[in-house]
T-cell receptor
Framework: ETGVTQTPRHLVMGMTNKKSLKCEQH?????MYWYKQSAKKPLELMFV???????ENNSVPSRFSPECPNSSHLFLHLHTLQPEDSALYLC??????????????FGPGTRLTVL | GDSVTQMEGPVTLSEEAFLTINCTYT??????LFWYVQYPGEGLQLLLK?????DKGSNKGFEATYRKETTSFHLEKGSVQVSDSAVYFC????????????????FGQGTILTVHP
């Protein structure tokens, strides 16, 4: 495996379900990110983890709960979602260099549909 | 706050045509600038980047020059192919701003490019 992988690639869930998205990076990076990509809207940063510590929560509703057990794995736990949460959820990783975080590398995304 | 504005699409071209996708930005510090490409059904791939003024990023025949005086980072390709059909995103990372901007990418809305044979 190389790069950034995400599972599942597609997920359909009801509003009362609980599910989790998984992201794994094989690049030796120490920062990981969750983004939401909705139709006709710019990519929205949701969460940032740097060395397993959450450094940014971009005003995301509590029905989205991230977890970063180590620098290679990132989860997004989902519960009681709304239909407007249907989107492509992208994971990314980067390596901190000097004064800032370097180029971000993205996974293929999980296409989520909430019924 | 930081922002990125891309030309509205969709852009439709014939194969071997010249491509320009405009991108302008506003930032409080000295950002790095990126172009990402998203092919159908896939995630974003880094296409090219530039980290300081007058730098030129290039990859796969695409080029973009960091113009501080016009706050622009326009994407160009001299001869497009059908395989270039994708969504192109301009983005900036203003790590110099510190605080919560650290490591944050700000994206434009994306430009859909369709190239016909």
């Amino acid at each position: 495996e190389t790069g950034v992988t995400q599972t599942p690639r597609h997920l359909v869930m009801g509003m009362t379900n609980k599910k989790s998205l998984k992201c794994e990076q094989h690049l030796g990076h120490n920062a990981m990110y969750w983004y939401k990509q909705s139709a006709k809207k710019p990519l929205e940063l949701m969460f940032v983890y740097n060395f397993k510590e959450q450094t940014e929560n971009n005003s995301v509703p509590s029905r989205f709960s991230p977890e970063c057990p180590n620098s290679s794995h990132l989860f997004l736990h989902l519960h009681t979602l709304q239909p407007e949460d249907s989107a492509l959820y992208l994971c990314a990783s980067s390596q901190e260099r000097g004064a800032g975080l370097d180029t971000q590398y993205f996974g293929p995304g999980t296409r989520l549909t909430v019924l | 706050g930081d922002s990125v504005t891309q030309m509205e699409g969709p852009v439709t071209l014939s194969e071997e045509a010249f491509l320009t996708i405009n991108c302008t930005y506003t930032a409080t510090g000295y950002p790095s600038l990126f172009w990402y490409v998203q092919y159908p059904g896939e995630g974003l791939q880094l296409l090219l980047k530039a980290t300081k003024a007058d730098d030129k990023g290039s990859n796969k025949g695409f080029e973009a020059t960091y113009r501080k005086e016009t706050t622009s980072f326009h994407l160009e390709k001299g001869s497009v192919q059908v395989s270039d059909s994708a969504v192109y995103f301009c983005a900036l990372s203003d790590a110099s701003a510190g605080g919560t901007s650290y490591g944050k990418l700000t994206f434009g809305q994306g430009t859909i490019l369709t190239v016909h044979p």
